[in-house]
């Protein structure tokens, strides 16, 4: 069966820092993998998806994922943060995707 | 980007009582999906929508509980039966818009039960 591990309930970073967070699946075959954001009290957008081809995605508001199958994971990144990036962020795979449990983003002054 | 909308956006509901989310899709699209937030959580799948036929409910979710709808090829219902305080969540559905290889999801219902 599929899964998505993310090890980091909550994060808090200063704006302007740079950014990773963590996601580990567990999947039969080559993943569909995503990055969805979820602002507070909206619905889920997704920042970016990797299907096949080059390992680095480039996603919507300066974020990126590396897909590595060694270490299956799919961490996201971004080299700046800004205050709007605070919001729950969920990492999620396959066709039908099954979420990690979200990790909190946290931006301080 | 696909547009999905839901109604109503938040509802306060008693105990025992029902209510019906409804789904619209800008698009036509072959299959619709219903997830749950509990407080807290991460998304979890309730069931699979697919016009013409039964939904298909994921373990722990039963169609008595969680009837669904789906008369056409943009629009879907969920229905909360029997409301208990545990069903208090976000419902949210979502579709995969053809030729995009995404899911796309609406803004979600947030249910308060008392």
């Known amino acids: 069966a599929q899964s998505v591990t993310q090890p980091d309930i909550h994060i808090t970073v200063s704006e302007g820092a740079s950014l990773e967070l963590r996601c580990n699946y567990s999947?039969?075959?080559?993943?569909?993998l995503f990055w969805y954001v979820q602002s507070p009290g909206q619905g889920l957008q997704l920042l970016l998806k990797?299907?096949?081809?080059?390992?680095l995605v480039q996603g919507i508001k300066g974020f990126e994922a590396e897909f590595k199958r060694s270490q299956s994971s799919f961490n996201l990144r971004k080299p700046s943060v800004h205050w709007s990036d605070a919001a729950e962020y969920f990492c999620?795979?396959?066709?039908?995707?099954?979420f990690g449990t979200g990790t909190r983003l946290t931006i301080i002054p | 980007s696909a547009v999905i909308s839901q109604k109503p956006s938040r509802d306060i509901c008693q105990r025992g009582t029902s209510l019906t989310i409804q789904c619209q899709v800008d698009?036509?699209?072959?299959?619709m999906f219903w997830y749950r937030q509990q407080p807290g959580q991460s998304l979890t799948l309730i069931a699979t929508?697919?016009?013409?036929?039964?939904?298909?409910?994921e373990s722990g979710f039963v169609i008595d509980k969680f009837p669904i709808s789906r008369p056409n090829l943009t629009f879907s219902t969920l229905t909360v039966s029997n409301m208990s305080p545990e069903d208090s969540s976000i419902y949210l559905c979502?579709?995969?818009?053809?030729?995009?290889?995404?899911?796309?999801f609406g803004p979600g219902t947030r249910l308060t039960v008392l």
């Open positions: 979502s579709a995969p818009i053809e030729n995009t290889d995404t899911q796309y």
């Open positions: 999947y039969g075959a080559t993943p569909y």
């Open positions: 990797y299907f096949s081809g080059d390992t």
């Open positions: 999620a795979v396959g066709d039908e995707l099954t």
């Open positions: 698009s036509q699209v072959t299959m």
């Open positions: 929508a697919n016009q013409g036929s039964e939904a298909t409910y």
